[in-house]
């Protein structure tokens, strides 16, 4: 494992092609603080940050394991295609933004719009887990994919913000809590958690809980309601060619 030592001053040039031109499969950044776009587009690679990562962290990742001992700042995982983020913190706007593929476990907060044009094609289902709560327009225009908000320790605090779900018309979001969020856009439906929505569910509260050291059985016992488009298309009517 190689370590890397970066301050305010490294600039985030040097520091990227450092990391894609090194051999070693698992690299240790020590005093991150601000450095855009690390990881992006890289692939095979188990990536520990220490610090406060910039903007476009792992964007259009490919396969990497990356782990961010402190918060990240806005657009984590954009356009990701593979591979894991895990954030022991809590990350800013635009986390996920259009992210295709992989998966993306945040221990606390997130800002406004993560998850906006979340997608999904094939095989590929990408997957974000939210530990806190979440900020305005969460899952804007989602066409596929999955997000989970736990609101672990929220207590007072809204689960979701404003225009959660707004455009959304693929994918999925469970939400950790008993009474459906205020103003859901008219496209948006609630409906019962089955058997197939339930284990996917299951399987990704593990893993978060796996990567963060909570108890599972806790959080799974609470109620969780599933948001679903209540359309495959619902702005079918705006397009030139349908």
């Given at each position: 494992m190689r370590t890397?030592?970066?301050t305010g001053?490294?600039?985030?040039?040097?520091?990227?092609?450092?990391?894609c031109h090194l051999s070693e499969s698992e690299i240790t950044i020590q005093g991150c603080l601000g450095q855009r776009y690390i990881a992006s587009g890289m692939s095979g690679k188990?990536?520990?940050?220490?610090?406060t990562p910039g903007n476009a962290?792992?964007?259009?990742?490919?396969?990497?394991t990356l782990h961010i001992y402190g918060n990240a700042q806005d657009a984590i995982g954009d356009t990701m295609n593979e591979g894991t983020i895990c954030v022991h913190g809590s990350a800013g706007d635009a986390a996920g933004y259009a992210m295709r593929g992989g998966?993306?476990?945040?221990?606390?907060?997130?800002g406004y719009r993560a998850g906006i044009h979340m997608k999904a094609y094939q095989q590929k289902c990408p997957q974000m887990v939210i530990g806190g709560c979440a900020g305005d327009f969460l899952g804007e225009y989602q066409a596929g994919g999955t997000i989970v908000v736990l609101g672990i320790n929220r207590k007072e605090r809204d689960l979701v913000g404003a225009f959660c779900g707004t455009g959304m018309h693929g994918g999925k979001i469970f939400l950790r809590c008993k009474e459906i969020p205020d103003d859901l856009p008219s496209q948006v439906k609630t409906q019962p958690i089955f058997n197939g929505e339930k284990k996917?569910?299951?399987s990704l509260v593990k893993k978060f809980c796996?990567?963060?050291?909570?108890?599972?059985?806790?959080?799974?016992?609470?109620?969780f309601l599933?948001?679903?488009?209540d359309s495959k298309n619902p702005y079918k009517q705006y397009y030139t060619a349908n």
């Open positions: 890397i030592e970066v001053n490294t600039n985030f040039h040097t520091l990227n092609d450092e990391i188990t990536i520990n940050i220490y610090g962290l792992g964007a259009y990742l490919n396969g990497c998966s993306i476990f945040i221990q606390g907060d997130v996917e569910l299951e796996d990567t963060f050291g909570y108890d599972a059985q806790e959080i799974l016992k609470e109620n599933l948001l679903t488009a």
